[in-house]
C-alpha cells in the first residue's frame, strides 16, 4: 500500500511539475487526489478549515512586512551607497570588489531576507564596477550570485519562516540560528575568493584605496543598514517584539530611512506595495497549497510509513541524514527553493523528527539545527543548473554579451564552499544552536 502511494504521489506530482502548473495549486490538488483514491473518508470536507488556518496565521504575516521592508529598501537607493562604502573598506583585499559583492549581499540580505531581491539588488548596482577590464568576468558573476543565496540564510529570512511554519519550529530561534553559519559561509566565500586572486593575481586588479577621511565619511552610508538589523533582531533579543511585530517595525523603519534620505514618494510606495501584494499572494497560495498536501498525506500514513520504512532498513542515522543531503541537491538541480520546502518537508520531517527522538546526542537533528542545514541546502540550489534562479538573475542583468554557462562555471567554486559549510553544520552543530539557546534559554 505504502509503495503503490508513494508511487502515485511522485508520478501524479512530476505530472503537474512538467505541465508547469503553479505550484499551489500542484500541491492541493494532489492532495485531493490522492485523498480520493486512497481514503474511503471525506477528507476533502476539511479543505475549509485547513485554507483558513495559515491565511490567517500570525506568523505568516511576517512575510509580507519582510517583503515590503526589503522593497522599500530597494528602491530607496540606500543599496547603492551601500555598495560604494563598504568597497572602501573591502578594496585592500586580494579579489577588490568581489568582497564588496559577498559583504553587500551579506548585509542586504539582512534585511531583506529574499535571494532573489538580494542578487537581483546588489547585482545591479555592482556590475557597472566591474565594466573596466581586469577582473575575471566568470568569477565576478559567479560571486553575485552565490551572494545573493546569503538572503535566505542571514536572518531575517522568509523560507526560514515557511520552514518554521511547516515543521512547527521557533522562527526565533531559526533566526538566530542562522546569524553564525550565515556570516561563517560568506567568510568562506571570501577566503574563496582571496584564495583565488593570490594564486592568480590576473583574477583582480589591485583597486586604488580611498583615503581615510573617505572611507569614515562613507560609514555614515552603512549606518542605515545597521540600524534596521538592529531593529529587526534587537527587538527580539530584547523580548520586546515577536518576529512578526518585529517585521513591522522594519517596514516603519524603512520608510523612515526613506523620509531621511528624501526617496519617499507616492510612485516608490505604489510599487513597493504591488510587488509586495503580488508576491506575499503567491507564498500565501503556495503556503496553503502546502497545508492541504500535508493533512492529505499524514492523514494517508505515509510520513509515517516512510518513517517506519526507513528505521527498518537499520541505516545509521548519520547515513541517513546523508542520504537526504544527495537527495536535496540532486532535486536543487530541477526544483526552485519554495517549491522544494513545501513539497518535500511534510515527508522529510517526520523522518528527522524520529532521528532526533531515538539520537538526543546527535544535535544535528535539532530542529533548528537541521533548519539551518535544509536552507543552506537550499540555497544551492539557487546556483546549480538548469533551475538555479540566482544563475538566470544574474543573467539577466548583465550587460556584457555572453554565454549562461560564464555564470554556471563561476558559481561552481562557491556552490562547493556551500557543500563545506553544510560539513561544518553536520560536525559542529553547535554553531547554528548556541546563539538561539543562549538568547531563548
Same mark, same amino acid.
Given at each position: 500500500m505504502t509503495g503503490v502511494l508513494l508511487g502515485t504521489t511522485f508520478s501524479i506530482l512530476l505530472l503537474f511539475l512538467g505541465a508547469a502548473v503553479y505550484i499551489g495549486a500542484t500541491l492541493g490538488s494532489l492532495g485531493l487526489i490522492l485523498g480520493f483514491i486512497f481514503s474511503d473518508r471525506p477528507l476533502y470536507m476539511a479543505i475549509g478549515d485547513l485554507a483558513w488556518t495559515p491565511s490567517t496565521s500570525f506568523v505568516l504575516v511576517a512575510v509580507p512586512l519582510f517583503i515590503l521592508m526589503g522593497e522599500i529598501l530597494l528602491r530607496s537607493g540606500i543599496t547603492d551607497r551601500l555598495y560604494?562604502?563598504?568597497?572602501?573598506?573591502? +578594496?585592500?583585499?586580494?579579489?577588490?570588489?568581489?568582497?564588496?559583492?559577498? %559583504?553587500?549581499?551579506?548585509?542586504?540580505a539582512a534585511v531583506s531576507g529574499s535571494s532573489v531581491a538580494t542578487a537581483a539588488t =546588489?547585482?545591479?548596482?555592482?556590475?557597472?564596477?566591474?565594466?573596466?577590464?581586469? @577582473?575575471?568576468?566568470?568569477?565576478?558573476?559567479?560571486?553575485? %550570485? %552565490?551572494?545573493?543565496? $546569503?538572503?535566505?540564510?542571514?536572518?531575517?529570512?522568509?523560507?526560514?519562516?515557511? @520552514?518554521?511554519?511547516?515543521?512547527?519550529?521557533?522562527?526565533?530561534?531559526?533566526?538566530?540560528?542562522?546569524?553564525?553559519?550565515?556570516?561563517?559561509?560568506?567568510?568562506?566565500?571570501?577566503?574563496?575568493?582571496?584564495?583565488?586572486?593570490?594564486?592568480?593575481?590576473?583574477?583582480?586588479?589591485?583597486?586604488?584605496?580611498?583615503?581615510?577621511?573617505?572611507? =569614515?565619511?562613507?560609514?555614515? +552610508?552603512?549606518?542605515?543598514?545597521?540600524?534596521?538589523?538592529?531593529?529587526?533582531?534587537?527587538?527580539?533579543?530584547?523580548?520586546?517584539a515577536t518576529p512578526t511585530e518585529a517585521a513591522a517595525l522594519g517596514v516603519v523603519g524603512s520608510l523612515v530611512l526613506a523620509i531621511v534620505f528624501r526617496r519617499l514618494n507616492f510612485k516608490m510606495l505604489s510599487e513597493s506595495t504591488e510587488s509586495t501584494a503580488r508576491t506575499g499572494a503567491m507564498v &500565501?497560495?503556495?503556503?496553503?497549497?502546502?497545508?492541504?498536501? +500535508?493533512?492529505?498525506? &499524514?492523514?494517508?500514513? $505515509?510520513?509515517?510509513?516512510?518513517?517506519?520504512?526507513?528505521?527498518?532498513?537499520?541505516?545509521?542515522?548519520?547515513?541517513?541524514?546523508?542520504?537526504?543531503?544527495i537527495f536535496y541537491l540532486v532535486l536543487g538541480m530541477f526544483m526552485e527553493t519554495l517549491s522544494i520546502m513545501v513539497t518535500t518537508l511534510p515527508v522529510t520531517f517526520p523522518v528527522i523528527h524520529h532521528l532526533a527522538m531515538e539520537n538526543p546526542e546527535i544535535r544535528v537533528f535539532d530542529p533548528?539545527?537541521?533548519?539551518?542545514?535544509?536552507? =543552506? $541546502?537550499?540555497?544551492?540550489?539557487?546556483?546549480?543548473?538548469?533551475?538555479?534562479?540566482?544563475?538566470?538573475?544574474?543573467?539577466g542583468i548583465r550587460k556584457t554579451v555572453g554565454p549562461m554557462t560564464d555564470v554556471i562555471v563561476g558559481a561552481v567554486p562557491f556552490f562547493i564552499c556551500m557543500i563545506i559549510m553544510m560539513g561544518i553544520i553536520v560536525a559542529f552543530p553547535d554553531l547554528a544552536l548556541w546563539l538561539p539557546n543562549m538568547v531563548f534559554d
Open positions: 560604494t562604502s563598504l568597497g572602501g573598506w573591502l +578594496n585592500f583585499l586580494p579579489g577588490g570588489l568581489m568582497h564588496t559583492n559577498i %559583504a553587500s549581499c551579506s548585509v542586504f =546588489i547585482g545591479t548596482v555592482a556590475l557597472p564596477a566591474f565594466e573596466r577590464a581586469g @577582473y575575471n568576468e566568470r568569477l565576478v558573476l559567479g560571486s553575485l %550570485a %552565490a551572494g545573493g543565496t $546569503l538572503g535566505i540564510l542571514i536572518p531575517p529570512s522568509i523560507n526560514m519562516i515557511i @520552514y518554521g511554519l511547516l515543521t512547527d519550529t521557533s522562527i526565533g530561534r531559526l533566526f538566530f540560528g542562522g546569524f553564525i553559519p550565515g556570516f561563517m559561509l560568506a567568510g568562506i566565500f571570501m577566503l574563496f575568493i582571496a584564495a583565488a586572486a593570490g594564486v592568480n593575481p590576473g583574477v583582480a586588479p589591485k583597486e586604488v584605496l580611498p583615503s581615510m577621511r573617505e572611507r =569614515i565619511k562613507g560609514l555614515s +552610508n552603512i549606518l542605515p543598514m545597521v540600524f534596521l538589523i538592529l531593529l529587526v533582531m534587537g527587538s527580539i533579543y530584547l523580548g520586546w &500565501t497560495f503556495i503556503v496553503i497549497g502546502a497545508f492541504l498536501f +500535508n493533512f492529505f498525506i &499524514t492523514a494517508l500514513g $505515509l510520513p509515517r510509513a516512510i518513517t517506519s520504512a526507513i528505521t527498518e532498513l537499520g541505516i545509521p542515522p548519520l547515513a541517513t541524514l546523508g542520504l537526504l543531503i533548528v539545527a537541521y533548519g539551518i542545514l535544509f536552507v =543552506i $541546502l537550499i540555497e544551492s540550489a539557487l546556483i546549480t543548473p538548469p533551475v538555479g534562479v540566482n544563475l538566470y538573475v544574474i543573467q
